[in-house]
């Protein structure tokens, strides 16, 4: 998977004199050098950035797009009516509001598509009583993800792993099936029958309706089936990162998006001390068995080495793999060229504008 790891952003040119030169405000607009078919001009910093098209790039008698303005927006309501106004082309993947999606389905401004990503809970595995992975296990099995789902009204696809589907050559691991019955077991062999002398637990999420919306339905499956009581905790994004990453949690709402169409991009983050780990898990067997996958020339082979893997995760439950994402966005009929893929790469010199149709010339595009 080493060419798809060049395709990501970490792989990319960056500018070694601007750095040297502007240390920190390299990227500043008037600092920044670029090698792709449009140059930053302005950058106002949760509002708006400008782009303009590049006179040096190599392809740029291919590129029709003279002028890009893209609107950095807290609120996802403000887009939407940016877009119904006409001031925008589109909105980008799930930042349309959940509840627009349902009522939208059937016209042809909305896209729906998969995408290579897992809705999670972390779970803190360092405090009682999500130290025993009975506990863990109780609670993955005791939680019903088609009411997740319902509860959004988008088409997200229930998780049965951290692996999305859609990766070639790989036949995921499922281990977190829906089994009330099994999760009372598990819980009551842990030494909580039907949830007595459970302690408090909270559920840790960023601020975002969404967010809620999905605590509020994991936190009733649990008071349902198993008899415990959760707490719902919600933070501004800097402080929840912060605890996060500091296991100042019990459970914590996460994603994760795949930085390549590999399963790799989803199991390595489980490793020992691994910096997107921040769980607590550790296992020096797991660790073996992903540096031997790493060694593996044979696809074949590294492909169920890959499963192995993930099936270890899915039996010690270090998280709760709820949904894989859908993609939805609302792009005008006349935007050509914006075109969907697994890891959300849109080619922006690509786009084109189909201006003497109507609906193009209704707004200022």
């Known amino acids: 998977?080493?060419?798809?790891?060049?395709?990501?952003?970490?792989?990319?040119?960056?500018?070694?004199?601007?750095?040297?030169?502007?240390?920190?405000?390299?990227?500043?607009?008037?600092?920044?050098?670029?090698?792709?078919?449009?140059?930053?001009?302005?950058?106002?910093?949760?509002?708006?950035?400008?782009?303009?098209?590049s006179q040096t790039y190599w392809g740029r008698d291919e590129v029709q797009l003279e002028k890009v303005l893209v609107f950095s927006l807290e609120q996802a309501?403000?887009?939407?009516?940016?877009?119904?106004?006409?001031?925008?082309?589109?909105?980008?993947?799930?930042?349309?509001?959940?509840?627009?999606?349902?009522?939208?389905?059937?016209?042809?401004?909305?896209?729906?598509?998969?995408?290579?990503?897992?809705?999670?809970?972390?779970?803190?595995?360092?405090?009682?009583?999500?130290?025993?992975?009975?506990?863990?296990?109780?609670?993955?099995?005791?939680?019903?993800?088609?009411?997740?789902?319902?509860?959004?009204?988008?088409?997200?696809?229930?998780?049965?792993?951290?692996?999305?589907?859609?990766?070639?050559?790989?036949?995921?691991?499922?281990?977190?099936?829906?089994?009330?019955?099994?999760?009372?077991?598990?819980?009551?062999?842990?030494?909580?029958?039907?949830?007595?002398?459970?302690?408090?637990?909270?559920?840790?999420?960023?601020?975002?309706?969404?967010?809620?919306?999905?605590?509020?339905?994991?936190?009733?499956?649990?008071?349902?089936?198993?008899?415990?009581?959760?707490?719902?905790?919600?933070r501004e994004w800097k402080t929840y990162l912060k605890d996060q990453a500091s296991l100042n949690y019990d459970i914590c709402r996460a994603g994760w998006i795949g930085d390549y169409p590999d399963p790799n991009t989803f199991l390595d983050m489980w490793i020992t001390g691994g910096g997107n780990n921040n769980t607590g898990w550790s296992s020096p067997s797991y660790d073996a068995k992903l540096a031997a996958s790493a060694r593996e020339r044979d696809p074949v082979k590294r492909m169920q080495l890959l499963h192995e893997l993930e099936a270890q995760v899915n039996e010690e439950v270090p998280f709760i793999p709820i949904y894989w994402y859908s993609q939805w966005e609302l792009v005008k009929p006349y935007v050509q060229g914006w075109e969907n893929t697994l890891i959300d790469k849109r080619p922006i010199h690509k786009v084109r504008l189909l201006l003497e149709t109507q609906l193009a010339q209704a707004g200022d595009h």
């Open 1 to 53: 998977f080493f060419l798809y790891q060049t395709s990501h952003s970490s792989a990319r040119l960056v500018p070694r004199q601007a750095i040297e030169r502007h240390g920190p405000r390299w990227t500043r607009p008037e600092n920044v050098v670029t090698s792709g078919a449009f140059n930053l001009v302005q950058h106002e910093v949760r509002d708006k950035m400008v782009f303009v098209k």
């Open 77 to 234: 309501h403000a887009a939407t009516n940016l877009y119904k106004a006409g001031t925008t082309d589109l909105i980008v993947s799930n930042e349309l509001p959940s509840e627009f999606v349902a009522p939208l389905k059937g016209k042809k401004d909305l896209r729906i598509s998969p995408y290579l990503t897992t809705y999670l809970y972390r779970l803190n595995v360092t405090r009682p009583p999500l130290d025993d992975k009975r506990v863990r296990q109780a609670l993955s099995h005791a939680l019903n993800r088609n009411e997740v789902v319902q509860a959004l009204k988008v088409p997200h696809q229930p998780a049965t792993g951290i692996v999305p589907p859609g990766m070639a050559g790989y036949t995921p691991a499922v281990g977190h099936e829906f089994d009330v019955a099994k999760a009372k077991r598990l819980l009551a062999a842990a030494g909580f029958p039907d949830g007595r002398g459970f302690p408090p637990l909270r559920i840790l999420y960023n601020t975002r309706e969404d967010h809620k919306k999905v605590a509020a339905v994991v936190q009733e499956n649990w008071r349902r089936n198993l008899g415990i009581e959760v707490a719902l905790e919600n």
